[in-house]
């Protein structure tokens, strides 16, 4: 890290002493601290840290340049500083936002403060922070939590980044498809050449909490609960009954989840009558939840017993008898076999809803949305990231899923290989299945952090006869198993921190956002109070949110009640006042998330696009 | 073991502490966002200051501070910190600032976190050898008999972990073990190598993408060095696509070999570190759990490293616990606070990390009036369930008690507001809904709370029967008779409301609430607005006379001695949590709580124990909640 730190005095282009104006070491930039930088940085003249940043610096720990990375995920933190290869802290914050909005800012303020107090330790006014972002993230989520780095902890400047680029270079590579497995949902989006391809971005809820509810379901319809023994002389031992909803806590729910559940290499055989899970669903009678009570998968024993009656007997899974926190009411609940093995079937299985299609699905979708040159940079270069992808044998599970969808939406490439190089158009359109122009890709799939990849195909398989372009093609062709791109064996969840300790590392940038820009958005307002709502924002762009986030951005009155109070008493004039006041203050924060950049409507700095730029 | 707490832990423990607790408690209003100083809003009434956004903005007074400059209450949010000793806790050693980064903020010396239970390692001697046994007496006694020898290992004396069985790991030094684990942390091991790979990898790319975007710059239909380089990832890009490499030509071969090339130090597919397990080798280890215990063994997923202690770490690791290494224990600090702001420090510690004293300290409970609340002992009225919770549809009666830290009187004015916050879509809060609070007339004018003395000043009886005379503005003159005197605390014996107790700077109040049959279940909280008239006195330091002015008020304060210096005013909002009340299913299946729904049904209104209503009924029943929001207007909705 020193030969990016700018401290070395005898550097011929430092300015001498701290009292050189602003104007010389803008001239000057930060210098370069190694010649092999010298060219690059000389590009970067105006765009280095203010020089009052620069000037104003105080004893620091780290280099000036060394900035803090913060992947806030919706249940995971993860925190530290760029160029290191480890994250300093990993922490657990839930329910602070949801896919809807804020749901408690002021967790969020108490979560950054702790992560700056507590676990980076050092002075948040002193290093730029660059800030991971899924590309889905609300933009009310992204206002507060700029609002809390900004006003709250007065970070100098903020750079958001989006994390399924940076996952993709923490890979070694620029152009890939990027599946981020998280707890909320599962993102798909494809990225040529440092440029994510936000409007080919599709997602699906099929994520960790969805799995988390399906584990919870199936625990409680199949499992046994075990009540603790009874500490009365001579009672007998209690007997087994199922499983009480309260025992099961959430956060016993993600321990279990994480520490004894795996993917099976592959689908269950078919049983003897049914083909598949949607058949076995059909063929059950209709019961359908109690009317009371409202549709979760807990109540839906229709589908309960189906699993079950899928899975369980073909499973050679031992059972276990996993304890509770002592701290509830004890005891241990016994979680059959099949369930360990089978709970994540959720992420593959097809059920047909089309709001929330199994991940190979989704992928393929996504590459179906690509555009057709795309495609195969695409899906040579598939890079599984996220939490939930740490379950043993999730990634080889997905490309096999992948795999079946694709050879089984062309039939003609299942039955024999020779036939695969038929071109895909001459079967008839109406006979083909949704994934069926994608089928001649199969052969190119190719999972990066693939931790059991398969072995290589024959030779024969190789020659994509037909195709255009004859010598070339094959030169360019799939690559033997050894030359195929491989990636690190990062953890899943880490990915996107360590794309980011990167990018801070080479200095890379992402669109910054400056400290005196967001304090001047938020400093001007309307002209008059009188116009409380709707704000709208300074850039002629639309509006950045459409949904209002519950808490403080939004004035907390209706627009049309300071109207209707007469200010007749001094008390109430001062709250009209100090109501008004508000609304000044929300709309200002409305304006300051104008300022933050908006990947999906393409407000990103420079037009648009995140573009690897070198600092 | 003396570990000081976190201060960030220590501070949302306590208001997760006082969201369980049952006994009553007073918390103290600081916003989150503080509005920014304006001397225009601070001149007028302070209602500005009841801008409420969260629940949690309510502190318990211990862990709140008061910037003077700003004339306001601090909390820990709304401070900026500044280290100003690192140091750590289980040794107590002061890392120096230019070793913490190098040794990531960890103690570098012998102190280790369990890696199963996270209490701390000692490091244990291995036994002398037992032919030891057969020695005679003399050297079985001597000090060398009792120290072991080595080699030595780490070993948890509660979960009884230790490093020799666990992982094979022991030391020929007691001392100094944290080197070689710091060692280890500095080059990051497999994720570290693979870390700096990259880098250099991606470092190659930029700079092959640098000069290729100059060359082809004529190419390139934008101008600026940014584009200029996406230009010239783009043409990379689009050469794979077509087969060409027309543009970039050397250097765009440069920059596929740098990065398409890239062969990573440890992909993926092959094991590294230490247990590392193939993808497989981990399928069939989770699957065979439980293989070898029979059916339905009672196991605890104790054999599996904890998801907690896995994602720690960036790189895969091994999914068995006994791979778990022990932690170096992550250095505290000692933080120089202030007000965020006006820069003004509020607490500055003493340095040394042994030192529990501080140079400066501006906490809350110097400057503002304390409030405590308990049930009162009373007879007459509702008992708490077993569980210590109200029951819905009581009256019960409290005391507060109102201390006062200044060393001049204080006079106290408490209004019942209420807060309520009906747009919040995830979390819906209305705070003194359902309670009829009843805090008698005294409340709503100034209640006169003395000043706080030290100890060997305070006086004996003669005093307290004044400043309860004071208290209740009965004054006059000083010529009170005895027997008036002992008429009036007559009167009071028995009643629930308004003063009951002036002694020393403490003033006890009573108040009586009614509790609604709607919040069965929920808990019981009001807001309180206090507003607190003190004499500014430039003699008396604390509160600031260089305050942006509160409002001044002329000096026709009820009761106070006045003077020729100015009072002033400092207006806070308080939530006064009474505890939970009891849900329905329990309070249902309680006979005396149907004797008491059944007397509701057929009183006046005004229900309770066992006692006679009437008076109770008739204090100050005027003084309802919705009385409160229509007649003055202090109810605001958030």
């Not at chain 1, 107090?117 to 800030?131: A, C, E, F």
């Not at chain 1, 598949?276 to 549709?295: M, N, V």
């Not at chain 1, 195969?376 to 599984?384: E, G, H, I």
């Not at chain 2, 190659?204 to 975007?213: I, Q, R, V």
């Amino acid at each position: 890290m020193s030969g990016y730190t700018s401290l070395q005095p005898s550097t011929p282009l430092r300015p001498s002493s701290s009292s050189t104006s602003a104007a010389a070491s803008r001239s000057a930039g930060p210098p370069p601290a190694t010649p092999a930088h010298q060219s690059t940085s000389l590009l970067l003249r105006g765009s280095g840290p203010s020089p009052a940043y620069t000037t104003t610096r105080r004893h620091s720990l780290y280099g000036t340049e060394t900035r803090v990375v913060l992947d806030l995920g919706s249940r995971i933190w993860k925190v530290g500083f760029s160029g290191e290869s480890e994250p300093r802290a990993v922490l657990v914050k839930e329910g602070l936002w949801d896919l809807s909005g804020v749901r408690d800012e002021v967790g969020i303020v108490d979560g950054l403060r702790e992560v700056y107090i507590g676990h980076l330790q050092t002075d948040p006014k002193q290093r730029k922070v660059i800030l991971l972002e899924n590309p889905l993230l609300p933009t009310p989520v992204k206002s507060a939590i700029a609002r809390a780095l900004f006003q709250n902890l007065h970070v100098p400047s903020l750079s958001f980044a989006p994390s399924p680029l940076l996952s993709l270079l923490a890979a070694g590579r620029t152009t890939g498809l990027v599946i981020d497995v998280g707890h909320l949902e599962t993102t798909v989006l494809g990225i040529a050449s440092t440029r994510p391809l936000f409007p080919l971005l599709l997602n699906t809820p099929l994520a960790g909490q969805a799995l988390t509810t399906r584990l919870r379901a199936l625990i409680i319809a199949h499992g046994t609960y075990l009540p603790p023994p009874s500490l009365n002389v001579g009672a007998s031992a209690p007997l087994p009954t199922r499983v009480p909803r309260d025992v099961l806590t959430p956060s016993w729910l993600e321990e279990a989840k994480g520490r004894v559940l795996f993917v099976e290499p592959s689908d269950a055989p078919p049983l003897p009558s049914e083909s598949s899970l949607s058949d076995l669903l059909s063929d059950l009678p209709e019961e359908g939840p109690p009317p009371d009570l409202p549709y979760t998968e807990e109540t839906d024993q229709q589908l309960l017993t189906a699993l079950a009656s899928r899975y369980a007997p073909n499973s050679a899974t031992p059972a276990l008898a996993i304890r509770l926190p002592a701290s509830g009411r004890g005891g241990h609940v016994i979680l059959p076999g099949w369930i360990r093995e089978r709970a994540a079937e959720l992420f593959f299985a097809s059920t047909g809803d089309v709001d929330a299609p199994s991940i190979p699905e989704t992928v393929l979708h996504a590459l179906a949305k690509m555009p057709m040159d795309l495609r195969r940079p695409m899906v040579d270069n598939l890079l599984v990231v996220g939490g939930t992808v740490d379950l043993p044998g999730f990634v080889p599970r997905l490309r096999t899923e992948i795999l079946r969808l694709l050879s089984s939406s062309s039939p003609t490439t299942s039955s024999s290989p020779s036939s695969a190089a038929a071109p895909p158009s001459s079967t008839p359109p109406y006979q083909r299945s949704k994934f069926a122009r994608l089928a001649p890709l199969a052969k190119w799939l190719n999972v990066l952090n693939d931790s059991d990849p398969p072995a290589p195909a024959p030779d024969g398989e190789e020659d994509a006869g037909g195709l255009p372009g004859g010598k070339k093609r094959r030169r360019l062709g799939r690559p033997e198993r050894d030359e195929r791109a491989r990636a690190p064996g990062w953890a899943g969840g880490m990915w996107a921190w360590v794309g980011g300790s990167l990018t801070g590392a080479l200095k890379t940038t992402a669109a910054e956002v400056l400290r005196e820009r967001y304090e001047e958005a938020l400093l001007s307002s309307p002209p008059s109070f009188s116009v409380p709502a709707p704000p709208a924002p300074l850039s002629s762009a639309p509006p950045p949110s459409s949904a209002p986030a519950p808490s403080s951005p939004t004035p907390d009155h209706p627009p049309q009640e300071p109207m209707d109070v007469n200010p007749a008493s001094a008390e109430e004039a001062d709250k009209l006042r100090s109501q008004r006041e508000e609304e000044r203050e929300a709309w200002g924060c409305v304006a300051a998330a104008a300022v933050l950049p908006d990947w999906t409507r393409g407000k990103g700095a420079e037009g648009g696009g995140w573009v690897v730029a070198v600092r | 073991m003396l570990l000081h707490p976190d201060p960030m832990s220590s501070i949302s423990s306590s208001i997760h502490a006082h969201d369980a607790r049952r006994a009553p408690t007073v918390l103290f209003h600081s916003p989150v966002y503080p509005p920014a100083p304006n001397p225009a809003a601070a001149s007028s009434l302070p209602s500005f200051r009841l801008r409420v956004t969260s629940p949690k903005e309510f502190h318990p007074i211990s862990a709140l501070y008061f910037c003077e400059e700003c004339d306001a209450i601090r909390c820990a949010r709304t401070v900026t910190c500044e280290v100003s000793c690192y140091y750590c806790p289980n040794c107590l050693f002061e890392v120096p600032g230019a070793s913490v980064r190098a040794q990531r903020n960890r103690c570098a010396r012998n102190c280790f976190l369990c890696p199963c239970c996270t209490n701390t390692l000692l490091v244990h001697p291995t036994d002398p050898p037992s032919s030891l046994a057969n020695l005679p007496l003399p050297s079985l006694t001597a000090p060398q008999a009792s120290q072991g020898e080595p080699p030595y290992y780490l070993s948890c004396p509660v979960c009884r972990w230790d490093s020799r069985s666990a992982l094979g790991l022991d030391f020929e030094k007691p001392t100094g073990l944290g080197a070689a684990f710091t060692k280890r942390d500095e080059d990051g091991g497999v994720a570290g190598a693979q870390f700096e790979q990259l880098k250099d990898a991606l470092e190659g790319f930029l700079k092959a993408g640098t000069p290729a975007a100059s060359g082809a710059a004529a190419a390139a239909p934008h101008g600026s060095r940014v584009t200029q380089a996406a230009y010239a990832a783009l043409s990379r890009g689009s050469a794979i696509g077509h087969g060409a490499s027309a543009l970039g030509g050397r250097h765009a071969a440069q920059a596929k070999e740098d990065l398409e090339g890239f062969r990573p130090l440890h992909p993926s597919h092959a094991p590294a570190g230490p247990g590392a397990m193939s993808d497989k080798e981990r399928v069939e280890w989770v699957r065979n759990l439980g293989a070898g215990e029979g059916e339905g063994a009672l196991l605890d997923f104790e054999s599996v490293a904890s998801v907690g202690s896995r994602m720690q770490n960036s790189w895969v690791g091994s999914l068995r616990a006994r791979d778990l290494q022990p932690t170096r224990i992550p250095l505290r600090t000692k933080l120089t606070k202030r007000c965020s702001t006006c820069r003004h420090i509020l607490i500055k510690p003493d340095p040394k990390a042994q030192s529990t004293k501080f140079k400066i300290k501006l906490t809350a409970s110097m400057y503002l009036p304390s409030l405590t609340v308990s049930p009162s002992p009373h007879p007459a009225f509702a008992r708490l369930t077993p569980a210590g919770e109200l029951r819905a549809g009581r009256t019960y009666a409290f005391e507060l008690a109102l201390a006062n830290p200044l060393y001049d009187p204080i006079g106290v004015k408490l209004e019942v507001v209420r807060v309520a916050r009906a747009d919040g879509e995830a979390e819906d809060w209305d705070w003194g809904r359902g309670l009829e609070v009843r805090m008698g007339k005294g409340a709503r004018e100034k209640v006169q709370v003395g000043a706080f003395a030290e100890v060997w000043d305070l006086e004996e009886d003669e005093e307290d029967e004044y400043l309860l005379d004071l208290a209740e503005g009965a004054v006059e003159g000083g010529s009170t008779a005895a027997a008036a005197r002992r008429k009036r605390r007559a009167a009071r014996e028995g009643s629930t409301v308004g003063v009951l107790e002036a002694k020393g700077n403490v003033t006890r109040l009573g108040f009586e609430v009614d509790v609604g049959r709607e919040l069965a279940g929920q808990e019981a909280a009001f807001p309180l607005l206090v507003t607190y008239t003190y004499r500014e006195d430039t003699a008396s330091a604390p509160p600031s006379p260089t305050a942006p002015a509160p409002t001044s008020k002329p000096s026709a304060a009820a009761g106070a001695d006045e003077s020729d210096d100015t009072l002033k005013e400092f207006a806070f909002l308080t939530l006064v949590q009474l505890g939970a009340v009891a849900g329905r299913e329990q309070s249902g299946g309680d006979t005396g709580s149907q004797r008491g729904s059944m007397r509701i049904a057929s009183g006046s209104g005004a229900p309770g124990g066992p006692g006679a209503p009437g008076d109770r009924s008739s204090v100050d029943s005027s003084v309802g909640r919705a009385a409160l929001r229509k007649e003055r207007g202090v109810s605001v909705m958030f």
